[in-house]
């Protein structure tokens, strides 16, 4: 038995154990974790600045050194996160359909904690928490394997979760830190088939797809976002501007924001140098079709096939006018990642032609992209968004952490 | 664009066109498959012999050869079986939920087709009509890759439902068969991500792992069934004793039969002496543990720990002796593949504890665990019987063809 598999095993026993307990205990358990932190940020704070000075050695960017970097402030508001997560319903136990068989049998479908959960993540060690305590809230226990970035913090971070398990009775197995973070090691956790029930990656393009290649245990596929916003021709001037910039320039880093902008023909003229005076505000860099660059001048760098495939993540954007909301629609069936499009118009036809054709996790009539998020749902919290159609499909709370069994009662029935 | 690739675009492209496709299109198609499946009656049994004619040079088994066999009679059966699928609701467009947020984004969960279904199976031509109407039925397109023994009959069959899908207006790509049988091929379907929505294997477990591990698109796990009996201390002799002789007997190749019985001591003595005589009428042969042996006699091979992890799937069975429901419970959690397990007993407070703890896609009380399957638990049909707990768990009927989409209706909404 390797390393790996060791910590399956027991992260596979503990899980019975948390299965079988009750709401109040789960909560007992968030709440001790969430007061541990608090009591523990000294300590806490201590393993960070290990980290953070081995960042600084290696020349860590300084956006990254903030994505690691943790404070006193930003303790309080994992701790905080965690109590929030203590709010929210216990998906476990709910029976989602009932029935009477004709010989007799009743079946129930009733939702069950998945089991083990595995979460590979890159340096943000509040994810450390976040990930933790919604796995747990769902019944499950959890493997996390973080960055080497983030190791100092991420140990000590599950060792005070660790300690709160305990403190109320549960196994501190529940919660297990990958100590190994070397790429083997990495793989191995990919291919625990039979202690993994699902692995999610959350972080960038690069650790998705080396995750979605070298897995063998089920996996749930997040985060790649090529959005789009749709301008039909009878959109609402004002409003067509206003989403359109939010969409694009208010967080241009999340996979909720968009990468291009479709614009109808007909209100191309009008719009599209308003849209520009926006965008000039945070100087985006536009690449248009031809007919944009007739539109807006020299400003626009002609776009080309591979511009509308790009996730730029940044204040950049393509621009393409188009004939009808159906050629909006195959723009987006050909490029599109299926994360979350919207089109603004005042055309009922058109939005339903929009909602029923665009094949996307979340598709929007007359609002921001932006709002694909589990917060934004009510979700009261995300574990990651699915941009893959199996089993959770866009953002991911406490149920996309829940599997469901069938309970079948009976008095002796037996098949023919 | 290699191969697999082309089928992959086609398929996609046709996908968007029955997602738009009603149920009574839908349903007009499956009904024209039916017809067409009687009309060509002569053609398909005119294939399938080239198919026998080759399965009888290669020395194909008798019992293989029954499987691929093809009679007017079985064909009959295929296109009353399409007819059925017609019958069924059609699960598309179900809006599961719908709530209001405060700032007046109105979201709905609604049910829409999976997209594009790729099919692995074995030598059964039935296989073949079966998945692909009830991908058809959910509103997919599907890629079906069926054995190289078959590969005349499942030609032909996918031929006569490519008409009868042209002659009803839908787009002949909606069901294409890989032509090519190498495993090379097989191989790139398995990796066909950006295509394929998700990949079922059926057949058995070799071709299931091959699938597991080779796959990179999303893959449904199925059929893998080691599944336990367990007589409680309680248990009414009777009923025991029809359930745990069902359970192993009524056919015992399929993966809902069991390989294990756990028998609690205090009803060991009289309840192994009568399933024996049940077991006797099929020449079970018994693998026991030490008690088991000492009721039972010298017939009772020595079980060991292998024997504990093995699918038997004919009249082989493994018995052990326990001491508690607690202890059969651990045993199922050590050795269990997780699909199927059943308690009897009087004691409704075993019953709950068995229900609680025993973490596989159907959990039984007093009941043969052979009704796991989607006819008996009343789906009308079935793809497969997934055990893995992603996605869809237990039986899986159309609901597990489909997958969820949000859409969301705003006023000009914008994130702040």
Same mark, same amino acid.
């Given at each position: ?10 992260? #596979? ?16 358990a ?15 704070? *201590?393993?960070?600045? #290990? ?5 600084v ?41 009932g ?30 928490v ?66 993994l ?6 972080g ?45 320039? *208010? ?14 023909r ?43 495939? #790009? ?5 950049e ?16 069936q #050909? ?27 979340a ?10 998020d ?10 990651g ?16 952490l829940t ?9 002796? *029935?037996?098949?023919?």
């Open positions: 038995m390797n390393y790996m598999e060791e910590l399956g095993q027991k992260a #596979k026993q503990a899980s019975y154990l948390i299965a079988g307990a009750g709401t109040v205990q789960k909560n007992k968030l709440q001790a974790i969430s007061e541990a932190l608090i009591q523990h940020t000294e300590q806490i704070l *201590q393993a960070n600045q #290990k980290d953070m000075q081995n960042a050695e290696n020349q860590m960017t300084s956006a990254m050194q903030d994505r690691l970097k943790l404070t006193s402030e930003r303790i309080n508001a994992i701790a905080n996160a965690v109590l929030k997560v203590v709010a929210l319903d216990d998906p476990i136990g709910e029976e989602i359909k029935w009477l068989r004709p010989n007799g049998l009743r079946i129930r479908q009733v939702r069950v904690p998945l089991g083990v959960i595995g979460i590979i993540f890159e340096s943000r060690p509040n994810v450390t976040d990930a933790a305590v919604l796995c747990l809230k769902a019944g499950n226990a959890v493997i996390l394997r973080g960055g080497k970035e983030a190791f100092h913090s991420n140990q000590c971070l599950v060792h005070v979760m660790q300690e709160a398990l305990k403190s109320v009775g549960l196994p501190a197995d529940l919660v297990q830190l990958v100590e190994k973070t070397d790429r083997e090691t990495a793989a191995e956790m990919m291919r625990l088939n039979g202690y029930d699902v692995l999610i990656p959350r960038g393009a690069g650790l998705i797809q080396a995750v979605v290649k070298q897995a063998t245990v089920p996996v749930i596929e997040t985060g790649a976002g090529n959005c789009h916003v749709y301008i039909d021709a009878t959109a609402e001037l004002e409003m067509a501007v206003s989403i359109a910039d939010n969409a694009k320039t *208010q967080r241009p880093s999340v996979c909720n924001a968009i990468e291009t902008l479709l614009v109808h007909e209100i191309a003229n009008v719009f599209l140098p308003e849209i520009k005076k926006a965008f000039d505000q945070h100087k985006v860099i536009i690449h248009g079709c031809a007919e944009t660059a007739e539109i807006l001048g020299d400003c626009v760098i002609p776009a080309t096939e591979e511009d509308y495939y #790009k996730e730029y993540g940044n204040y954007i393509a621009i393409r006018v188009v004939n009808s909301v159906e050629e909006a629609v195959e723009h987006i #050909k490029y599109s990642t299926n994360h979350s499009e919207s089109i603004v118009t005042q055309n009922m036809q058109n939005a339903e032609y929009f909602l029923n054709h665009v094949n996307s996790a598709v929007y009539v007359n609002a921001s992209t932006r709002f694909t589990g917060e934004e749902f009510g979700f009261g919290a995300e574990i968004i699915s941009t893959q159609k199996l089993h959770a499909r866009g953002p991911m709370g406490l149920l996309a599997t469901t069994q069938y309970r079948i009662t009976g008095n002796g *029935q037996i098949r023919g």
